[in-house]
């Protein structure tokens, strides 16, 4: 099957690196690219996503050329994965906009939420294989 998303990623983030693990292990039909963003050569491979912007908030690119951000890349990873029922409620009107926030302040302080969780802020660079 070909790629239906790809995801960039910051792949010196334990939690990150941890998600796409996840989704790597569940993707059993090789639907989901993964792409970490502080790779050496991952402006020239990708020169329409902002490394910088793709640092503060996570970015996805579809089959058909659409640009996701946030928690739609999470739940049409997570849907390509057989586990959208899991992510569906993040995109409900009310609920949506308060995961949105939250996502927001995730990222931003991911190194932080990562530190507590995994006993490590950053890695040199974590691996998904």
């Given amino acids: 099957m070909t790629t239906q998303l790809t995801i960039f990623y910051d792949g ?5 690196v941890r998600e796409m693990k996840h989704l790597k292990r569940l993707d059993k039909h090789q639907q989901i690219a993964f792409e970490d963003i502080l790779e050496d050569d991952f402006s020239a491979r990708y020169p329409q996503v902002s490394v910088a912007k793709a640092n503060t908030i996570l970015h996805g690119l579809t089959s058909r050329g659409e640009m996701l951000y946030g928690l739609d890349v999470t739940h049409a990873a997570w849907s390509l994965a057989g586990r959208g029922w899991l992510t569906a409620p993040l995109r409900w009107p009310f609920i949506g906009w308060v995961a949105d926030r939250a ?3 995730f990222a931003r302080n991911r190194y932080s939420i990562s530190k507590l969780f995994t006993g490590k802020s950053r890695c040199e660079r974590c691996s998904i294989d």
């Avoid at 010196?12 to 990150?16: I, N, S, T, V």
């Fill in 103 to 105: 996502y927001l302040y």
């Fill in 12 to 16: 010196q983030c334990p939690l990150c």
